[in-house]
């Protein structure tokens, strides 16, 4: 037995040390390889079909990717170089010169993403993130669930996970989620007397706990930071609001299937490390503790549960009122910040609004509208799929195969957020070059965007959990894989049943 934890040890390390070594490769030589990239696409012959402007953005498109990916510079940083490139470069997206035959240069075209309601959605909803966690609401809400539902093992599993959904709508971070649930999720192990990398019950709670913040990130728009740019993009590819871009439209058709997939992740995690004790004395004494130090509601804790409300109601009726969610993050913004009846003040607020991201996403809405724009990526798809044969797939099974793609590629990213910077242009590109409608068809893959299961290093809140200690690489990959088949076959069927009958296609 000791020799078997001494491998696992030694496997974990390994791992670790694997995952720290492409890091450091990508971060040493991820610029000069993205150049490489880039000049070699560009370096290509043009085909005939595609138009130098076209040329020019796969190429740079090309070279961000790997930037991207390799995180070899600060992702503000690549935005800061694209735009000139935009500006300078490619001009235009239609190629136009002037009378004297030279490029025209439009400022508009190359900053056009910056002025994306989707990036101001993502800095007002860190605003009210802020306010959930400040005021210590939304570790009282988690605690007193695990009061009410944690005295069972599986409960225990269960209740956490599904606080954590309960704060997701409100909280547009898996990494905020998880370093908010971490200190309740170790309080109830230590209070069981679980031993770190012995129990199967620990490790099953914190597995679950892990993919939790994974899993919650596609239930609602607002619950991680690629959802609400995934929907700028679709936005901007059709051209004007639809009923499927909306906040209440996301939550309705992800949801009921979100729901399903977390129970289904207790319950196989539950099976795979079957807890050792049937009961857990002395469990919901950590969290009365806990609930005694913090002791009764206060004054700012109600106002932020009066403005999450609020929110909420406004985001689910938007259908009815058609109010933008990003207008409706201002204005319950508004409310947090102003003086008397707010819960925050802006220097208190600024430290946790992810600047260098909203620069990022600008550049990344500003080329991926170029691309869809010019139809380079629908040139690149057509021809990529007539040479396979592939040109006459229907809607639906491509639909379905790409989302068994979007969840388990996740195994070689290090952040959702370079992934749906990277993916949802693609996959628009797929709709507009099949004349699928792109509402339909990209929907289902954005909100997959946040299933970062496999590894640690695949998203932060993977990293905050795994550093507890309590299972290794190798049992999350081996659970993980389970849970991807899982949720993959659950999202499969709601492609075939539930999507239709809510009217996305």
């Given at each position: 037995m000791r020799r078997l934890q001494r491998f696992l040890y030694t496997l974990r390390r390994r791992n670790i040390a694997m995952a720290n070594k492409f890091e450091d490769f990508?971060?040493?030589?991820?610029?000069?390889?993205?150049?490489?990239?880039?000049?070699?696409?560009?370096?290509?012959?043009?085909?005939?079909?595609?138009?130098?402007?076209?040329?020019?953005?796969?190429?740079?498109?090309?070279?961000?990717?790997?930037?991207?990916?390799?995180?070899?510079?600060?992702?503000?940083?690549?935005?800061?170089?694209?735009?000139?490139?935009?500006?300078?470069?490619?001009?235009?997206?239609?190629?136009?010169?002037?009378?004297?035959?030279?490029?025209?240069?439009?400022?508009?075209?190359?900053?056009?993403?910056?002025?994306?309601?989707?990036?101001?959605?993502?800095?007002?909803?860190?605003?009210?993130?802020?306010?959930?966690?400040?005021?210590?609401?939304?570790?009282?809400?988690?605690?007193?669930?695990?009061?009410?539902?944690?005295?069972?093992?599986?409960?225990?599993?269960?209740?956490?996970?599904?606080?954590?959904?309960?704060?997701?709508?409100?909280?547009?971070?898996?990494?905020?989620?998880?370093?908010?649930?971490?200190?309740?999720?170790?309080?109830?192990?230590?209070?069981?007397?679980?031993?770190?990398?012995?129990?199967?019950?620990?490790?099953?709670?914190?597995?679950?706990?892990t993919y939790a913040s994974s899993i919650t990130a596609g239930g609602f728009q607002t619950a991680t930071i690629p959802n609400p740019i995934s929907i700028g993009l679709i936005a901007a590819a059709v051209g004007t609001t639809t009923i499927g871009t909306t906040w209440g439209f996301w939550t309705l058709a992800a949801l009921p299937t979100t729901i399903l997939v977390l129970l289904g992740t207790a319950f196989i995690l539950c099976r795979m490390f079957k807890p050792e004790m049937k009961s857990i004395p002395g469990g919901v004494e950590y969290v009365n503790t806990e609930l005694e130090k913090m002791g009764p509601l206060s004054r700012q804790e109600i106002k932020a549960l009066i403005y999450f409300v609020m929110a909420l109601v406004l985001w689910s009726t938007d259908a009815l009122h058609h109010f933008s969610s990003a207008m409706i993050a201002f204005l319950v913004s508004a409310f947090i910040l102003a003086p008397r009846i707010g819960v925050l003040t802006w220097k208190q607020t600024e430290r946790s609004i992810p600047w260098e991201l909203f620069v990022y996403f600008g550049g990344v809405i500003t080329l991926s509208k170029a691309l869809i724009a010019t139809d380079a990526f629908a040139w690149v798809i057509t021809t990529g799929m007539q040479s396979l044969g592939l040109d006459g797939v229907g809607m639906l099974p491509l639909m379905i195969g790409l989302m068994g793609f979007t969840i388990f590629s996740h195994i070689i990213w290090s952040t959702t957020t370079a992934m749906g910077g990277v993916m949802i242009p693609i996959y628009i590109g797929m709709a507009s070059a099949f004349n699928f409608p792109v509402v339909a068809f990209v929907l289902p893959q954005a909100i997959l965007i946040g299933y970062a299961l496999f590894l640690p290093f695949n998203t932060m809140g993977n990293i905050i959990m795994f550093g507890a200690g309590y299972y290794t690489v190798t049992e999350q990959l081996k659970s993980s894989l389970l849970i991807g088949l899982m949720a993959w076959a659950l999202w499969a069927v709601t492609a075939v049943v539930w999507f239709p009958m809510i009217g996305l296609y």
């Open positions: 990508g971060k040493k030589y991820g610029t000069i390889i993205a150049i490489v990239v880039g000049l070699c696409i560009w370096m290509l012959p043009t085909p005939e079909t595609m138009s130098l402007t076209q040329h020019k953005l796969l190429a740079i498109f090309s070279g961000a990717v790997v930037v991207w990916v390799t995180l070899s510079m600060s992702i503000a940083t690549s935005t800061m170089i694209l735009v000139p490139l935009l500006y300078l470069w490619v001009g235009n997206p239609d190629g136009a010169v002037n009378e004297a035959g030279r490029l025209i240069h439009s400022a508009k075209f190359a900053i056009s993403g910056f002025g994306s309601p989707a990036l101001w959605l993502l800095v007002t909803g860190f605003i009210i993130s802020t306010a959930m966690t400040e005021t210590g609401i939304a570790k009282r809400v988690a605690l007193v669930m695990m009061k009410r539902f944690g005295k069972t093992p599986l409960g225990a599993i269960i209740t956490p996970m599904f606080a954590n959904l309960l704060i997701s709508p409100l909280t547009p971070s898996n990494t905020a989620r998880t370093a908010a649930m971490l200190p309740i999720v170790e309080g109830v192990a230590q209070a069981y007397k679980v031993e770190k990398g012995k129990s199967n019950f620990g490790r099953a709670l914190f597995l679950a706990n």
